[in-house]
């Protein structure tokens, strides 16, 4: 009654009342004020909190950007909190990455452009000669100059980040016409059991050219110089006869690897199609089975 607990006992005509002297009616009230301080701090540290990674964030999205290729970035801050300093830290790193491949893409194409010019003007003086046999020579020499001109531009596409941007529908039989021409190898050294039909949304001078190098490859490094290539709407394999690979295909695909054994020694080649393969989302893969090579890019659905 009145917030004070009262106890009537009553017991024939005798009524007692108690009324307890110990209770405090306001203690109810102070328990629910200390709730809600408690309450309060916790709201307000978690909207702290939030407010102090809410950097993190920003910092994440950015990095998540650069991972996949995009230099573009911006995460400085100014401040001398710890994520400031990491945030700034990056941003430094981003920035001198950009200037190390400005410099680079720089350096490949002037090289590429000065190099240009004398295969043109040696090609020019080939064609002058009269013996026909050192003329064929000497052609086939700058026409084979000018392809790894086309193939470090390749490399210089790829590893820039630029990845590949002229992504159109294309048939696979011409793709693979496209890579025996620049090959320069003789028909009867190949062998198509493909799908004539089948079309791929593919960069076609990328994946021409990665189809090339492991034609090229494929014949050069094969006891009987043949190659078999089969495609279907899983996976495009070249096949040789040969002995299994000594080591990972991961060993292969670095650049300039110099085996002991020149037989061995895959060069740019296998490095230009990991990459070219890995920019169209698809899996480079080797095998060896029954005395034969299988070199195989899987997973060609995604490009059907």
């Avoid at 110990?22 to 709730?35: A, E």
């Amino acid at each position: 009654y009145k917030k004070y607990h009262y106890l009537l006992i009553e017991h024939g005509k005798t009524a007692l009342l108690f009324k307890d002297e110990d209770y405090q009616p306001h203690r109810y009230d102070v328990i629910k004020i200390i709730f809600g301080l408690i309450f309060l701090i916790i709201i307000a540290s978690y909207i702290m909190t939030i407010r102090k990674i809410k950097p993190l964030r920003k910092l994440k999205r950015e990095m998540d950007k650069f991972a996949s290729g995009d230099l573009n970035i911006n995460c400085k801050r100014d401040g001398e909190d710890e994520i400031s300093q990491v945030s700034n830290s990056f941003a430094n790193a981003v920035e001198q990455i950009q200037k190390l491949n400005s410099s680079r893409q720089l350096f490949l194409r002037n090289i590429m452009h000065e190099l240009k010019t004398p295969i043109t003007k040696g090609r020019i003086s080939a064609e002058m000669i009269g013996n026909t046999k050192q003329k064929e020579r000497l052609i086939n020499v700058f026409e084979k100059m000018e392809l790894l001109i086309n193939e470090f531009a390749s490399i210089e596409q790829i590893t820039s980040g630029a990845g590949v941007q002229n992504i159109r529908p294309a048939r696979l039989i011409d793709i693979i016409d496209e890579s025996i021409d620049l090959a320069m190898v003789p028909l009867k050294s190949i062998k198509l059991e493909i799908d004539e039909n089948l079309v791929l949304n593919v960069d076609f001078r990328l994946f021409t050219t990665a189809i090339k190098n492991l034609i090229d490859n494929g014949i050069k490094y094969s006891i009987d110089n043949f190659i078999i290539l089969t495609a279907t709407k899983s996976k495009i394999c070249f096949i040789n006869k040969g002995s299994p690979l000594e080591y990972k295909l991961d060993h292969y695909v670095q650049p300039f690897i110099q085996e002991k054994n020149s037989h061995q020694s895959f060069g740019l080649g296998l490095y230009i199609v990991d990459n070219i393969v890995k920019a169209h989302k698809l899996k480079f893969a080797y095998y060896h089975k029954n005395g034969l090579n299988y070199f195989c890019f899987e997973n060609i659905e995604n490009l059907l």
